[in-house]
């Protein structure tokens, strides 16, 4: 049996949670594409149909009427597809994609050849012709991760809006010494000197929390279940595999299977018989937020987070694939957010309508002058453990999808990226948008996630 809160009416397993660690440290042209199809309020993958609790925290935060939340959510899921054919469309021309303005969802598309300009307009974005592919970008911002290791120089990103790998620093002598040691263009670096010495979170509740040998509070991310184990995902830096955990009302739970801080901010519990994975998270006023997949948002998208601290907020991406250095070492692969936190809210959950992005890692700032927080995103956690993200979308007794055994095939509970290409049915499909597989998404089924080629 479930245990839950009276006053939720929920299950406790998959609100958001909050972290407190005793005794761990702290922490050439392209073909325009095929056009989009017609986006619509509720329904398709990247959207779905907003909790009122959802809209009311993007109402509040993001200073939006509730039509405006609306189709900004409905606006954003559609150019997540657009981007995504454009990406595949470009190769390694494309430099980057992004949204802008806070009551539409206006993209644009970085590319380093003029040709792809009309490709790009008849997709209904803006282009924008830049000098550095983001191949390129990626490379510099891996020298840099390779060489700065220390506090003093701790973000480090590619802001494909300005063409740039960007250094946050103590000051401007330290982000200079990294991009020296490093050996790449400083013509390519952009240099943020800022006060700021991101951190692992603790203390956080968020939703319902979970207790770890006794000694540390953490919450719950996201409920998921691997074969017949159930359990949910939450910060690495939460509790070491083989720690043993306690529910909010502290009975028996579960046991840490994996978890890898730092490098990655990722850990899952299995839970024992009497807990059951739910897709809820706890939003504002304790009401529910039902979880639909994990398709990944955009640069630029609205996106909000539950913490115990400071309870449901909301803000923007502003840069996917960061990394991060915190006093216990850097953590790479993370989401930088405009999402304000305060300690005690890390390890919930972060969420983009009803799609699940990540768990809450770190960052700095708080909910009164405002911050930067950091999310390690869902599905390389699902992908790392082989685990099935827990979804209201989500069939009972899933049959195994056609072509699955097949190389190529396409599978259920697959974690895809776009430009991935997959068989179904004798059909070939190709991304468009980074996702993990439900049998109610099967390519043929879901045009916002997959193109036929």
Known sequence: MAHRHAAAGGAALTVLGALVLAGLPAAAAAEPPAPPPVPSAAGAPGVGEPSPAM???LERDLKLTEAQARARLVNEAEAGSRAGRLQNALGERFAGAWLSGLTSADLSV???????TP????AGARAVVVRTPL???KAVRA???ATGKAVDTPVRYIDVRTNRVTVQATSRAAADTLVAAAGVDSALVDVQVSADQPHALYDIRGGDPFYIDGTARCSVGFGVIKGDQQGFATAGHCGQ???????YNQVAQGTFQASVFPGNDMAWVG???DWTATPAVKGEGDQDVQTAGSVQALTGAAVCRSGSTTGWHCGTIQQHDTSVTYAE??????????????PGDSGGSFISGVQAQGVTSGGSGDCTRGGTTFYQPINPLLSAYGLTLKTSTAESGTPAPEDGGQAGGWAAGRVYEVGARVTLGGVSYECLQAHQAQTAWQPALAPELWQPV
């Open 329 to 342: 070492g850097t953590v790479d692969g993370v989401t930088r957010t405009t999402v304000c936190a305060e």
């Open 143 to 145: 020298k840099l991760d």
């Open 110 to 116: 970085a590319t380093t050849d003029v040709a792809d």
């Open 135 to 137: 191949e390129e970008l």
């Open 55 to 57: 809209l009311r925290a």
């Open 271 to 273: 839970v024992n018989s």
């Open 241 to 247: 595999a083989g720690a043993t955990t306690t529910g």
């Open 119 to 122: 490709a790009i307009e008849a």
